[in-house]
């Protein structure tokens, strides 16, 4: 009798904790991850070995492995002004956090430090319009504008001295989007909602 108890127990154990691994990996592939700020490219949004929330299911959430994104997901659109989480074009299994400056079908160019699009100064969102960009690599030479193909994005660094971004690398393809950072969690001092 106290031996079927025991086991019993054990069985009850495992299966909560299998319970709790399944949530656990359903909420980090499709809902929300933590990731940690590697360099200083996003300063002063983020400073280095800051820990932030990606919201997943905003942009529709991929399944892992097969690359499948699960467009019942797909709540919001990325848009202008955005900090993004994607998979690099250069190795996919480096993750970038970047902001977004330029949608599919747009034509940027970096000019005397500040962002044109499709020909005007971008004067809003204020997170960009604020940003010095310097002219650098094969897509933000100066005086060179660019086309962003259909279905990517063109990103860049806030802190655009200390960045490798679309200048460098060109487009981020939507298939790479991983998800929209929303909250520094870590460290407390420095925690809070992001805004665009």
């Given at each position: 009798m106290a031996e079927k108890k025991?086991?019993?127990?054990?069985?009850?154990?495992?299966?909560?904790?299998?319970?709790?691994?399944?949530?656990?990996?359903?909420?980090?592939?499709?809902?929300?991850?933590?990731?940690?700020?590697?360099?200083?490219?996003?300063?002063?949004?983020?400073?280095?070995?800051?820990?932030?929330?990606?919201?997943?299911?905003?942009?529709?959430?991929r399944v892992p492995f097969i690359n499948l994104r699960l467009p019942i997901l797909d709540i919001k659109q990325p848009k202008r002004g955005d900090i993004i989480v994607f998979a690099s074009p250069e190795d996919p299994k480096k993750d970038f956090v970047k902001r977004l400056i330029a949608l599919g079908g747009e034509t940027v160019e970096i000019k005397d430090g500040k962002i044109f699009i499709n020909g005007k100064e971008l004067t809003s969102p204020?997170?960009?319009?604020?940003?010095?960009?310097?002219?650098a690599g094969?897509?933000?030479?100066?005086?060179?504008?660019?086309?962003?193909?259909?279905?990517?994005?063109?990103?860049?660094?806030?802190?655009?001295?200390?960045?490798?971004?679309?200048?460098?690398?060109?487009?981020?393809?939507?298939?790479?989007?991983?998800?929209?950072?929303?909250?520094i969690y870590w460290p407390l001092y420095r925690m809070k909602i992001i805004k665009e």
């Open positions: 025991v086991k019993s127990q054990l069985r009850e154990w495992v299966e909560s904790i299998l319970i709790a691994l399944v949530i656990a990996v359903f909420i980090q592939t499709f809902i929300i991850q933590a990731f940690k700020i590697p360099s200083g490219s996003m300063v002063p949004t983020f400073k280095i070995g800051d820990r932030i929330f990606v919201y997943k299911f905003l942009y529709s959430a204020e997170s960009i319009a604020s940003v010095y960009y310097y002219n094969d897509y933000g030479r100066e005086g060179t504008a660019v086309t962003v193909p259909q279905d990517c994005y063109f990103t860049l660094g806030d802190n655009s001295a200390n960045s490798r971004d679309s200048r460098y690398w060109g487009f981020v393809p939507k298939k790479n989007l991983i998800g929209k950072a929303v909250f």
